[in-house]
T-cell receptor, first 114, second 117 residues
Framework: KQEVTQIPAALSVPEGENLVLNCSFTDSAIYNLQWFRQDPGKGLTSLLLIQSSQREQTSGRLNASLDKSSGRSTLYIAASQPGDSATYLCAVRRITGGGNKLTFGTGTQLKVEL | GAVVSQHPSRVICKSGTSVKIECRSLDFQATTMFWYRQFPKKSLMLMATSNEGSKATYEQGVEKDKFLINHASLTLSTLTVTSAHPEDSSFYIC?????????????FGSGTRLTVV
């Protein structure tokens, strides 16, 4: 059974700081990995998706890396801003016999302070 | 990009009543949609996979008679919480994947906050 863990569970940083969020998964047989952002009481917004054959993806101030063999992914946020405050979730997609499913991590709650 | 609309965003109901939540793919057809449940400060737990024109596939431990799923068209899936009880209070989110997208990511609805009183 796939298990996805995110560390840290919560993080508070001053504005402008660069930071790294970690995601680890137990089964390396994944199709892809996706990072999401969730604001309080809201749905999920997709940030980055990394295919299993890729090492990293970048979008603006965000950079996500994937090391499938070790079961790890990181989300790097450069020059953090108060608007980045949210919960960040990683999810892995594994093709199973019953269809494609996403398994979510436990999330990292980020607060960027002025 | 692909958009998934979920309605209502918030609902309060009395114990014993049923509540229906709708999930629509607005600009693509989704043969498969997914329903998740999220407890406070917890991650998303997949409840079931909704298949257009056939029965939903439920995850272990999810009562199919309690959480009725109907996927009657390629753009609409509904989740009905039957005979709701306070322990059913939660945040429910649906998602779908645009099969025509070049990048195989999932798009999520905005979620429904259900409170059973």
């Amino acid at each position: 059974k796939q298990e996805v863990t995110q560390i840290p569970a919560a993080l508070s940083v001053p504005e402008g700081e660069n930071l790294v969020l970690n995601c680890s998964f137990t089964d390396s047989a994944i199709y892809n990995l996706q990072w999401f952002r969730q604001d309080p009481g809201k749905g999920l917004t997709s940030l980055l998706l990394i295919q299993s054959s890729q090492r990293e993806q970048t979008s603006g101030r965000l950079n996500a890396s994937l090391d499938k063999s070790s079961g790890r992914s990181t989300l790097y946020i450069a020059a953090s801003q108060p608007g980045d405050s949210a919960t960040y979730l990683c999810a892995v997609r594994r093709i199973t016999g019953g269809g494609n499913k996403l398994t979510f991590g436990t999330g990292t709650q980020l607060k960027v302070e002025l | 990009g692909a958009v998934v609309s979920q309605h209502p965003s918030r609902v309060i109901c009395k114990s014993g009543t049923s509540v229906k939540i709708e999930c629509r793919s607005l600009d693509f057809q989704a043969t498969t949609m997914f329903w998740y449940r999220q407890f406070p400060k917890k991650s998303l737990m997949l409840m079931a996979t909704s298949n257009e024109g056939s029965k939903a596939t439920y995850e272990q431990g999810v009562e199919k008679d309690k959480f009725l799923i109907n996927h009657a068209s390629l753009t609409l899936s509904t989740l009905t919480v039957t005979s709701a009880h306070p322990e059913d209070s939660s945040f429910y989110i649906c998602s779908a994947r645009d099969p025509g997208a070049t990048v195989n990511g999932y798009t999520f609805g905005s979620g429904t906050r259900l409170t059973v009183v």
